[in-house]
């Protein structure tokens, strides 16, 4: 045995889908070795997936081998097996048609969907490639396999693989003919491996790639399915509010912009979907969405891609007196001092998680704990019984994180207040344009008034001395 290759000296290469299917032997093992993935990855297989991944013509494979040594005469093991389906490209006139009628055309899951949750009939023009089937070696799963195929199937779109086939012709396969048929029937063929046919598998270099401009995928909400699309670089979209009927899962998409042309600039409306997809899905966490663990709402939300902070303002004085009155501040001042149990500031959860997931706190930021804490209470109005058993922690150690968090929250709007009030008494700038310098000093002033004092009781003692004091004589009433 060999062992397992590091996963970066591994290579991704295109199946030809014609010499998969061509009974020679050599292909029906390979093939069998693909299928037994499908299965082993508890992909739901049926005799149709097979026919559709024969004679689909958007459909497209790729698979990730070790090392390839040029003396072997035998297929390497299939380490990761990735299919794909192009779409796109659809006109704008027949999007913004079938969307004023409230209905889609059958497949293109990826551009139909998004078109109609975002309205935005121009997203369905763009070409784009879907991951519909993704399959790791049952034995080589979490080595990395999967991330590295995946990272090299974006390079290979986005043009970072050399491609040196641009100006090769492809080459006719022989087909057979109704004469070559035993019997002259469909029904009665005797199949026979097809000749001249070309190699079952091909470098990326010696394809050229189809001109893409996203990435996306479409799959049945997991943590672990999450947790991996996320590590990729994928962006959440889209979340399906009802269950699949089967799986019971809801179905996820999620997108990765590609950029061909460095010159071209970086675009930003998967930035827009992301944002709308996030406050949408704030709003439906105490609805559709209650019913899952508060730590996977917090994952959909992409913590990561939300620390930059690019997209949001942080809140002003205007925006908070929407949400809080001063006696709400003064009820959370009271809960973060201790001084009051939790109950007295839970009608105040709901807008501080909508705030806080929105970033509208600036540069507050929370551990992950404390911001499932308040996903659960504040979003999926989940009780503090409930959070205990969802993440193992006793209750004592839940409030004590949570009053952390309000503390938080507190001292930011704190600051917020005392900002606006230092802006109302403070002087207009136009009012001190005209302020010059005193002529005198404050010290000269002083001594300027000292001297007149006390010239002034110099005086009224000089008429005492002087004058007869007859006047202050009281006379006598008789």
Not at 160 to 183: F, H, R
Not at 292 to 308: C, H, N, P, R, T
Request: charged share 25%; with cysteine; aromatic share 8%.
């Amino acid at each position: 045995t060999i062992g397992c290759p590091p996963p970066k000296e591994c290579q991704l290469y295109y199946v030809n889908r014609d010499t998969l299917f061509s009974y020679h032997k050599a292909s029906e093992t390979f093939l069998q070795q693909l299928v037994s993935l499908y299965v082993s990855s508890h992909y739901k297989n049926s005799p149709n997936d097979l026919q559709l991944l024969s004679d689909a013509p958007a459909h497209h494979l790729f698979c990730l081998l070790g090392p390839v040594h040029r003396d072997t005469d035998t297929l390497p093991d299939i380490l990761c097996v990735i299919q794909v389906c192009l779409e796109g490209e659809v006109s704008k006139a027949t999007v913004t048609d079938s969307l004023s009628r409230g209905k889609r055309a059958s497949g293109d899951l990826i551009p139909w969907t998004i078109s109609q949750q975002f309205q935005d009939s121009d997203f369905a023009g763009l070409s784009g490639v879907r991951v519909v089937r993704i399959a790791t070696h049952p034995d080589l799963t979490r080595m990395g396999y999967g991330s590295q195929a995946v990272e090299m199937l974006r390079n290979y779109y986005e043009g970072l693989v050399p491609s040196l086939a641009e100006e090769k012709e492809e080459k006719e396969i022989a087909t057979v003919s109704n004469d070559q048929l035993d019997g002259g029937s469909l029904l009665t063929e005797r199949l026979h491996p097809r000749a001249d046919l070309p190699p079952l598998l091909l470098e990326l270099s010696e394809r050229a790639p189809e001109r893409i401009d996203y990435v996306g995928v479409s799959y049945g909400l997991s943590p672990e399915l999450l947790r991996f699309w996320k590590k990729v670089g994928f962006t959440c979209a889209y979340l399906r509010q009802t269950p699949n009927d089967l799986t019971g899962e809801h179905s996820c998409i999620m997108l990765q912009v590609l950029q061909r042309d460095p010159e071209e600039g970086a675009t930003d409306w998967l930035s827009g979907y992301s944002l709308d997809f996030r406050r949408r899905f704030l709003s439906l966490l105490s609805y559709q969405f209650s019913n899952f663990s508060a730590s996977l709402g917090f994952s959909v939300l992409d913590e990561k891609k939300m620390k930059s902070g690019s997209d949001a303002k942080e809140a002003d004085m205007n925006e908070l007196r929407y949400h809080f009155t001063s006696y709400d501040i003064k009820r959370l001042d009271m809960y973060a001092k201790n001084m009051a149990d939790y109950h007295l500031i839970t009608d105040l959860l709901p807008p501080i998680a909508q705030l806080y997931f929105l970033r509208k706190f600036g540069a507050l930021r929370m551990s992950a704990v404390q911001a499932v804490i308040l996903l659960g209470m504040g979003l999926q109005h989940k009780s503090v019984e409930t959070l205990e058993k969802e993440l193992e922690l006793p209750s004592s150690q839940i409030l004590g994180l949570f009053n952390r968090a309000v503390r938080k929250v507190v001292q930011f709007l704190s600051g917020v207040v005392e900002t606006a009030i230092g802006d109302e008494l403070s002087l207009p700038e136009s009012s001190t344009d005209n302020f010059e310098p005193l002529k005198t000093s404050l010290n000269e002033e002083l001594a300027a008034a000292a001297a007149q004092l006390k010239q002034k009781q110099e005086a009224q003692l000089a008429e005492l001395q002087s004058g007869s004091l007859d006047k202050y004589a009281r006379s006598e009433e008789r």
